[in-house]
């Protein structure tokens, strides 16, 4: 089975920008979490969609914000970024019902 | 207020010695445990979990031991490897939890010195 799939790998924005971030889960997986990683702060949880719904949510402001579609493919929108916003995302994705999450390679964000 | 703990931010330890590393964790009702592994610019791997019913749980030259009335989980790595140097995050779910509702530390960083 091919792994979970985040696009682009790299990106560089400025700040007030917005910005998209895709992922395409396991073969069979429907459930895709979001985390943002940053030095010091481990990963902290953005959201999770399963069913093109959004079932959990972390505690970040609402100008991150995504979207699942029917193939479980899911996207991650931030607005107006800062430069706080610069880290490591990644898409996780699940069985429904299992813990163990498979992570994506990330998508490292820089905001300048 | 952090759920999940791992009080040591890093950890150097000789190839060939043990690693070990420690999770404390808040919530009792957490019942599942599972250990990450990251490599700089990648993902984190599911390295081995460990379900609240046990207290011990073995694959190759990794083992996870969950002490459950100190709410206290470690990893334990021997012998420990260059190849094992990496970011390691524990986390933890509660009954019936899906991977939605992992709650992972802020990780340890190993480095094991050839």
């Known amino acids: 089975k091919a792994g979970v799939t985040q696009t682009p790998r790299y990106l560089i924005k400025t700040r007030g920008q917005q910005v998209t971030l895709s992922c395409s889960p396991i073969?069979?997986?429907?459930?895709v979490s979001w985390y943002q990683q940053t030095p010091g702060q481990g990963l902290q949880f953005l959201f999770e969609?399963?069913?093109?719904?959004?079932?959990n949510k972390g505690n970040f402001p609402g100008r991150f914000s995504g979207r699942q579609f029917s193939n479980s493919r899911s996207e991650m929108n931030v607005s107006t970024l800062e430069l706080g916003d610069s880290a490591l995302y990644l898409c996780?994705?699940?069985?429904?019902?299992?813990?163990?999450?498979?992570f994506g390679q990330g998508t490292r964000l820089t905001v300048v | 207020d952090q759920q999940v703990k791992q009080n040591s931010p890093s950890l150097s330890v000789q190839e060939g010695r043990i690693s070990i590393l420690n999770c404390d964790y808040t919530?009792?009702?957490?019942?599942?445990f599972l250990w990450y592994k990251k490599y700089p610019a990648e993902g984190p791997t599911f390295l081995i979990s460990?379900?609240?019913?046990?207290d011990k749980n073995e694959d190759g030259r990794f083992t996870v031991f969950l002490n459950k009335s100190a709410k206290h989980l470690s990893l334990h790595i021997v012998p420990s490897q260059p190849g094992d140097s990496a970011v390691y995050f524990c986390?933890?779910?509660?009954?019936?939890?899906?991977?939605?509702?992992?709650?992972f530390g802020k990780g340890t960083k190993l480095t094991v010195n050839p």
């Open positions: 969609y399963f069913s093109e719904t959004q079932r």
């Open positions: 919530n009792s009702m957490f019942d599942y």
């Open positions: 073969s069979g997986h429907r459930s």
């Open positions: 996780a994705s699940a069985d429904p019902g299992f813990a163990e999450a498979f």
């Open positions: 986390a933890a779910a509660p009954p019936q939890g899906g991977s939605e509702k992992l709650v």
């Open positions: 460990i379900s609240s019913i046990k």
